[in-house]
Structures are given as structure tokens and as C-alpha cells.
Nanobody, 127 residues
Framework: QLQLVESGGGLVQAGGSLRLSCAAS????????MAWFRQSPGKEREFVAT????????YYADSVKGRFTISRDNVKNTVSLQMSSLKFEDTAVYYC????????????????????WGQGTQVTVSS
């Protein structure tokens, strides 16, 4: 079982950039796809981006495609989310999680397919 801790959130102006990091501790980090989700007040938690266990492939929600980039370092056991051209609508608590199934498809992006959720990091975009 992995423990995940998110960091890097903060206040940024619209159009700016921010980089989030997820640090993992535990066994078998490299066998799981990893993903970022987010949740804003009054809304359901939604999928943002995912990366395969090997780091070779990625998949993004339409709302962030072209603006966000997910990456991972299987030596340091970290997953990052580089966010650019930020919009007010990106304001949310961002969570890191691992896929429950080892070596699973990165397109299994529903919340039910992920586990070991971190505590989240707040991203606030001002207009």
C-alpha cells in the first residue's frame, strides 16, 4: 500500500503557471498507473490526468488538454502536474491517487478505479 502526499498548490493569477508534486512512499510504486483528480466547492471530484505505470503514455481530460502535463519519476517515486495558462475554473483541491489494478489501462479513469488518495493541495486561480 502506498502513502501519497501532494504539494505545490497556492494562489496564482489567471494565465500563470503552477507545478504540483505527489510524493509516494511504500511498495510497488512503479506497477501502478497514477492520476490527478480535482474537486471544487459544490462539484463532484473529477478526473484531470493520468500516466501509465511505465510513464510511456498519458491521458487528459478535455478541459485541461494542451495546458497541463503529467509526468513521473519512478526512481524518486514522484508524480508531477505542470499547469500552465491557468483559468479561474481550474480552482480546486487537487488530489493524487494510484490505480487499484496493477498494470491497468490508463483509460480506466473513474474514481472507483483509484485508491490510496492523498490529502490534496489547494490551487486558487484569481481573475
Amino acid at each position: 500500500q502506498l502513502q501519497l502526499v501532494e504539494s505545490g498548490g497556492g494562489l496564482v493569477q489567471a494565465g500563470g503557471s503552477l507545478r504540483l508534486s505527489c510524493a509516494a512512499s511504500g511498495r510497488m510504486f512503479s506497477v501502478y498507473a497514477m492520476a490527478w483528480f480535482r474537486q471544487s466547492p459544490g462539484k463532484e471530484r473529477e478526473f484531470v490526468a493520468t500516466i501509465s505505470w511505465s510513464g510511456d503514455t498519458t491521458y487528459y481530460a478535455d478541459s485541461v488538454k494542451g495546458r497541463f502535463t503529467i509526468s513521473r519519476d519512478n526512481v524518486k517515486n514522484t508524480v508531477s502536474l505542470q499547469m500552465s495558462s491557468l483559468k479561474f475554473e481550474d480552482t480546486a483541491v487537487y488530489y493524487c491517487a494510484r490505480q487499484s489494478l496493477a498494470f491497468g489501462s490508463i483509460r480506466m479513469v473513474t474514481i472507483a478505479n483509484y485508491t490510496n488518495w492523498g490529502q490534496g493541495t489547494q490551487v486558487t486561480v484569481s481573475s
